[in-house]
Every structure is written in structure tokens, then in C-alpha cells.
């Protein structure tokens, strides 16, 4: 029957089967994952569905992230800048401020594009930033004085240094209007004998503790710091920007980067704890912040700093703040210190901290660290290293999304920095 044209009625076409995408997806279940919905600012596109929004706030509120913190690394050229400077621009339709400590001078354009100027911190300049300012906390300036204390000495600090900075700051909050630096190190040189009477020693006991870390403090008065930590907080900060930017580039090659970056972001934090206490006095809702650590390695690999930046980490959620660290590899953490160190455990400690990790791509010799340390998949893992430029694994919590990130026109050049790498015409 076949030959003669006519086929028999088991191989004859069958009508289509009409339905709703509703019931055709069950056809292939589990091939892509659902959206995080439409709260948040559009970033691009899903590779393996429609357009990708994200706001850890809103995702929070949901309970689809459990903490607002993001990690953002990549290799060079790989568009992980891009992301950071498009999402704080885009956030700010929403009223979202963002903070950034710029180590390299490359966050001017997004400032200009917001009507705000950047914040330069220059050795000898008109900015300075007092670490024991009375704005914050004493607790907060505690913290920051050990951290600091210990970043200048290269170690950590011993039980009786601890002691002797909560001893002092106390006798100066009791007798400075507004402390400052230099007036911590005269203190520390020259310490009362009530301040050893509480620490149950003499006056040359207490001296003898106290000396190595008034030294220590006494050269970020000197030096290349000389004029910027040694006076009342001077910065021209209008509270209701929608970006605040710190331009740190002068220290970029130096030393003293980690030092001035985490100054930076405790005056950032301070003044976030204001305007959130004028909002509970007024009855209104307070604004959401999003920090920006960008080469954070450099903080990372500073010993003292990581115990300050797991507390800002911690607390994130109490802040209303996102912290956002950026860096190219995870094999940067081993800077902080000794395998097995304390610093190197605070700061892979970081990354549990942070919920949303996007890894843009990696080199084969980082699979296994990134892999193991994200609690990537075998296959996202092999997907790494061939991701094109601007693509990006984003792993929020269990759930994974692969990410072509978009640029308007207007937004390309905010992200441009690679403007001396072409002829001109």
C-alpha cells in the first residue's frame, strides 16, 4: 500500500495538540530555573530564560537570600567593573546609595553621571578623616583603634595591648571634646595612674604594654598618612547623594591602602547609623546602602582588618547595608596570611557571608578553589573558563543563573577603562 502512495493509518500524520505554555513546560521539567520575579533592577539576560532582575533587599524580604552581602570575581577584561558601576547606577532609580572606596581612580565617570564629585584622600590634603571620631560608637572605635593598632604593627595584638587602647580611648572620651589620633598616642606614651590602677599594674607597667602601640599609632600621623588621620573629620559629604565616592588612587601603589580603605569605610558606617537614627526619630523609613570593597584583597591581606570587615559583614542586615567585594580570584584570600592563619579562615569566612556570589571567568588552574569554595557544580565549574566577557555564573544561595550582562548606550562609557589601550585618531 506504501508503494501505491496511500500510507497505512499507523504512520499517518497525527493533528497537532494544542496548549498553554502552562502545561506544555511539565514536557521538560527542571531543564531552566524560575526568575527571583520582577522586584529589582533588570542586569541582562538569562541565557536559559528571560530577562534576570535582582535586589538582595527585596530578595531578602522574600527569604530567597538569608543575608544582602555579594561577592563579584572575575579575571581581567572578563566586565566584572561593569556590573558594580551599572548596578549602583541602575539601584539608584530606587533610591538605593551606594559608598565605594575607589583604589584605582575609575569610578569619577559614574559620580559625574549622578551629579556628585568623588572625594579625593590625598596625603597633606584638605579631606581628613578622624578613625575616633564621636560619631561613631564606642565600641565601633574600639574595634577600629585595634584593627588599625595591629594593621600598623604587623601583628596581632596581646591581651594587654587590648587592654591598654580600651583603657585609653576610655581616659580620652573622658577628657577630649573631640579625640583625635595624636592625642590617643600622647596618651599611650604617658599613661595615667588610674589607668593602671584599673588594669591592676604601675604606671611603668602600663607604660612598658602601651609603648609598641603608640609607636605603631604615631607613624599614621607621620609619613605618607601625615594630615589625614591626625585631625577632626573634615569631609564634604552631602548625606542625601545617591553615591559617595572615595577616590583613593594616591595610595594605590602604597602600603598604607588597606589602612586608608578601612578608615574610609568606618566613617561610611558611622554616618549610615545617623541617618538611620534621624529616620526612626522622624517615623520614616530609612534608605538602603550598598558598600563597595573594590580590590578587596588589598583589605583582605592586612592583619587586623578581617575581624573588622567579618563584624561589618555580620551586621549587615541590622545596617540595611549590602556589602559588595570585588576581586579577580579566590586565590587572592590567600594573601591575608599563613595557610591555616586566622587572618586566611576570617577571610574565606567572608564568603559564607556573602549569598550572592557572581564568578565571571576563571582560568583552569582556580577551578578546583572556586569550585569548592562556591559549592559550584562539576558543570558550572568546567563553564567557567570559556564564559565570554560580560557573562557571568550567578549562584544565589542554592539556585544558579547564567547571566549575559547588558549596557545601554549611556552606560558604556561610565564603564570604559580601556581607553588608553586604543589608537587615537
Not at 599611650?188 to 588610674?194: D, G, H, I, V, Y
Not at 556589602?323 to 594573601?335: F, I, K, Q, T
Not at 569566612?349 to 582560568?363: F, M, P, S, W
Amino acid at each position: 500500500m506504501e508503494r501505491l502512495g496511500v500510507r497505512p493509518r499507523s504512520l499517518r500524520e497525527r493533528p497537532g495538540h494544542r496548549a498553554t505554555t502552562a502545561s506544555v513546560q511539565a514536557i521538560y521539567p527542571f531543564v531552566t530555573e524560575a526568575s527571583l520575579g520582577s522586584d529589582g533592577v533588570y542586569l541582562g539576560r538569562d541565557l536559559y530564560g528571560g530577562s534576570f532582575l535582582y535586589d538582595p533587599f527585596a530578595l531578602y524580604e522574600r527569604r530567597v537570600l538569608t543575608n544582602p552581602n555579594m561577592l563579584v570575581i572575575g579575571e581581567v577584561g572578563a566586565a566584572k567593573s561593569s556590573l558594580v558601576k551599572t548596578y549602583c547606577y541602575r539601584q539608584a532609580v530606587f533610591g538605593r546609595r551606594a559608598w565605594i572606596g575607589d583604589p584605582k581612580g575609575e569610578y569619577e565617570p559614574l559620580a559625574r553621571a549622578l551629579g556628585v564629585e568623588p572625594i579625593k584622600l590625598v596625603p597633606g590634603g584638605t579631606v581628613k578623616l578622624n578613625p575616633l571620631d564621636r560619631s561613631a560608637s564606642e565600641i565601633q572605635r574600639l574595634s577600629l583603634t585595634q584593627a588599625l593598632t595591629a594593621t600598623a604593627l604587623s601583628r596581632a595584638l596581646e591581651p594587654e595591648e587590648h587592654a591598654v587602647l580600651r583603657e585609653a580611648l576610655l581616659a580620652l572620651s573622658t577628657a577630649e571634646t573631640n579625640p583625635t589620633l595624636p592625642a590617643l598616642v600622647r596618651v599611650l606614651f604617658q599613661p595615667s595612674e588610674a589607668m593602671a590602677a584599673r588594669l591592676y599594674t604601675d604606671v611603668a607597667g602600663i607604660t612598658q604594654a602601651a609603648r609598641p602601640c603608640a609607636l605603631a599609632l604615631q607613624r599614621l600621623c607621620e609619613g605618607e598618612l601625615r594630615g589625614m588621620l591626625d585631625g577632626p573629620t573634615s569631609v564634604p559629604l552631602n548625606p542625601d547623594a545617591p553615591l559617595t565616592v572615595m577616590d583613593l588612587s594616591a595610595f594605590y601603589d602604597s602600603s598604607a591602602l588597606a589602612i586608608v580603605m578601612t578608615c574610609a569605610a568606618a566613617f561610611q558606617r558611622s554616618v549610615i547609623d545617623k541617618l538611620h537614627a534621624d529616620a526612626d526619630a522622624a517615623g520614616t523609613t530609612s534608605a538602603k546602602f550598598i558598600n563597595v570593597f573594590d580590590e578587596a584583597w588589598r583589605v583582605l591581606s592586612v592583619l587586623g582588618v578581617g575581624e573588622w570587615l567579618q563584624d561589618l559583614f555580620k551586621k549587615s542586615r541590622s545596617f540595611g547595608v549590602q556589602n559588595v567585594l570585588v576581586m579577580h580570584r579566590l586565590s587572592d584570600l590567600s594573601a591575608a596570611g599563613a595557610a591555616g592563619s586566622r587572618e586566611v579562615a576570617l577571610a574565606e569566612g567572608l564568603l559564607h557571608d556573602a549569598q550572592t556570589r557572581v564568578v565571571y571567568r576563571q582560568v583552569q588552574d582556580e577551578l578546583p578553589r572556586t569550585r569548592e569554595a562556591l559549592g559550584l557544580t562539576a558543570l558550572e565549574a568546567r563553564l567557567l573558563p570559556s564564559l565570554d566577557p560580560g557573562v557571568a555564573l550567578w549562584k544565589l544561595g542554592a539556585r544558579s543563573f547564567l547571566v549575559q550582562h547588558r549596557l545601554s548606550s549611556r552606560e558604556s562609557a561610565l564603564v570604559d577603562t580601556d581607553g588608553r589601550m586604543r589608537d587615537r585618531a
